[in-house]
């Protein structure tokens, strides 16, 4: 599972490849590019010696497959500033959905959209998961609400707010949306726990944006992410292992935004 050597077939001997990554280097004896002995050691399989490689000579397997497309060696010219902030912008928390399910196939793009996203050390640990049974959804819900009422300080505020949405919805935590979609670490090091946190916000962020781009309406469930610290019985509810984890609702918007709402630049310290 990782980067196996060079295909001397291949290579042009350019040397681009020792600029992605100490792992190469050029033998001057045998006058060309060399990759270290045992790479699998150190290899964080990044993938970034097989993106610069012109002639395609980085032999590698198990770690999925590279892509080629028109672009993709200037990504500017995929799409515009204009046009991604436009995208960005128009990205709001859905929280009405239809009822009907969105096809496996539309999942798995959203998925794979995930799957691009970059993780810390490009360990890549963490595990996605789905729920679109309502029933279990009910008793999901139920136990983060029960857990979310039972922390001080919160309950009062959270307690009258779901009191409300509650007459509309079956699982208001969920919005009655067809899918929640559950990404968690396996990892339980202290000591990485903000960047596992941040690993799964990017993660989150990929599928949501790519939801977006599929005609999905998407909302962050926080409040799974705050029940489970007092309530580890939801990890067993959402088929999640690890301490830290992150939620999204998916589905098809029954909502239409006609604007993007108002959101104000922040002085930035240090920009003239
Ligand atoms: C980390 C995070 C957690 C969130 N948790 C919840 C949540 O539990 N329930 C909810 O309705 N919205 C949740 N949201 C959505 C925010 O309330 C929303 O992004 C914010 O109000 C701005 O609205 P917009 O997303 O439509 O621009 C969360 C957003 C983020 C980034």
């Given at each position: 599972m990782s980067i196996l050597g060079i295909d001397y077939e291949k290579?042009?001997?350019?040397?681009?490849c020792l600029t992605t990554c100490i792992l190469y280097r050029k033998d001057r004896d045998q006058n060309k590019v060399i990759l270290v002995d045992n790479p699998r050691f150190y290899c964080?399989?990044?993938g970034q010696c097989i993106a610069v490689c012109p002639e395609d000579a980085i032999l590698y397997e198990g770690i999925g497959e590279a892509l080629t497309y028109e672009g993709v060696e200037k990504?500017?010219?995929?799409?515009s500033y204009d046009t991604i902030y436009k995208f960005l912008s128009a990205n709001r928390s859905v929280r009405l959905y239809k009822s009907k399910k969105v096809p496996p196939d539309t999942l798995k793009k959203v998925f794979e959209a995930m799957s691009r996203a970059p993780t810390a050390d490009n360990k890549r640990l963490e595990r996605f998961s789905i729920l679109s049974d309502r029933d279990k959804m009910k008793i999901l819900n139920d136990a983060v609400l029960e857990a979310i009422y039972s922390i001080p300080k919160r309950n009062k505020r959270f307690e009258e707010m779901f009191r409300l949405i509650s007459r509309a919805f079956q699982s208001p935590v969920y919005f009655d949306a067809p899918h929640v979609i559950f990404v968690d670490s396996p990892e339980n090091f202290p000591e990485d726990a903000e960047m596992q946190a941040n690993n799964i916000g990017i993660i989150i962020t990929y599928g949501r944006l790519a939801a977006q781009a599929l005609g999905l309406g998407t909302c962050w469930n926080g409040w799974t992410q705050i029940a489970i610290r007092s309530n580890p019985k939801i990890k067993e509810l959402a088929n999640i292992r690890g301490d830290i984890m992150g939620a999204f609702t998916i589905g098809y918007p029954a909502i239409r935004f006609n604007r993007s709402p108002p959101r104000y630049l922040k002085p930035i310290d240090g920009l003239e």
């Open positions: 290579c042009s001997n350019c040397g681009l964080n399989q990044c990504p500017e010219t995929i799409t």
